[in-house]
């Protein structure tokens, strides 16, 4: 990890309210607070079958009609992104499929790691259906979340090739604008691109959430911090348009302290039905000058005017 800061003056990402509207998020939601969670695909690879119970009820999800997903382009496209077709009765209503009638089985997956993941399967036309299960909405900066936003969220990807690339890295953020240290505080950023293209959306609401089927949001926690022991929600914030760049600064907000840590983990929701990407890490923990004017070089290599 690295060993230096680097002085920057990192603009506060747009905060995004605890919970977002579905079209802002990678996959799909197929359900919450899931229990025995099965994923079967069908012979062809074309339609995916999830089966899970919650609070006694048995669940069942027919997905189809959607892989992978639309790169950003640099205008606001008329074409929605990418998304999944929907059959809550199991693919009764769609297709005629009664409860135990599907076809399909989950052949071993061989993909790339994957972080939250309770099933994933291998397709016969070589595409990759995945399941992952993580608190998504949890409320920033660890304010105790309603009943709603503690549930585990179910969503249910679909891709062939290559995942989106999500670069991240550490450092220490300098601002004169803030005290009471402004010189020592953590400062984490990157960029997120698919098939080489910035992923980004084209607006945000008041609450900073994506307005729009392409933005994305990602999800920072930090480890045993000021915010509590475990791992706990500091921030969330859309990449930056047209650059799918990020960059955060770990100050304090209001009333609430700042989440420095030891580590921190960031969730990025992928693009079109495309799964979630994770990373996590330690930030710098001494300064190097010459280390410190690399870690500049490169974010401003971003060509972001806001960060940097």
């Not at 999944?84 to 009664?98: R, T, V």
Request: one cysteine or more; charged letters at 20%; hydrophobic letters at 35%.
């Amino acid at each position: 990890m690295p060993r230096g800061l680097f002085k920057v003056s990192v603009l506060l990402a747009l905060l995004v309210a605890a919970s977002l509207p579905a079209g802002a998020n990678a996959g799909e939601l197929v359900g919450r607070n899931a229990n025995n969670i099965k994923l079967q695909v069908s012979p062809d690879g074309k339609k995916a079958l999830v089966t899970y119970s919650q609070r006694g009820a048995v669940h069942r999800t027919l997905a189809w009609g959607a892989v992978n997903a639309i790169e950003s382009p640099a205008t606001k496209p008329a074409r929605e992104q990418v998304a999944l077709k929907l059959d809550y009765s199991g693919g009764y209503k769609s297709f005629k499929i009664k409860a135990g009638q599907f076809k399909g089985g989950c052949t071993k997956y061989d993909g790339p790691t994957l972080h939250w993941v309770v099933a994933a399967c291998k397709a016969s036309d070589g595409s990759y259906w995945a399941l992952q299960n993580w608190q998504r909405a949890l409320p920033n900066y660890a304010v105790a979340p309603s009943l709603f936003q503690s549930q585990y969220e179910l969503w249910l990807s679909h891709w062939k090739g290559a995942l989106p690339v999500f670069e991240v890295d550490t450092g220490w953020s300098k601002n004169p604008g803030r005290a009471p240290d402004p010189t020592k505080v953590h400062s984490i950023w990157g960029r997120f691109t698919y098939l080489g293209k910035p992923v980004f959306g084209y607006g945000v609401n008041g609450q900073g959430a994506p307005t729009d089927s392409y933005g994305r949001v990602l999800y920072v926690d930090t480890l045993n911090s000021k915010l509590g022991t475990g791992w706990r929600r500091e921030n969330s914030f859309v990449t930056h348009k047209p650059y799918g760049t990020f960059c955060y600064g770990f100050y304090k907000h209001g009333s609430h302290p700042n989440g420095m840590s030891t580590r921190y983990r960031i969730t990025a929701m992928g693009p079109g039905v495309l799964p979630d990407l994770y990373w996590e890490g330690a930030p710098p923990s001494t300064y190097d000058k010459d280390f410190d004017a690399a870690q500049l070089l490169k974010l401003s290599g971003f060509g972001d005017p806001g960060c940097g």
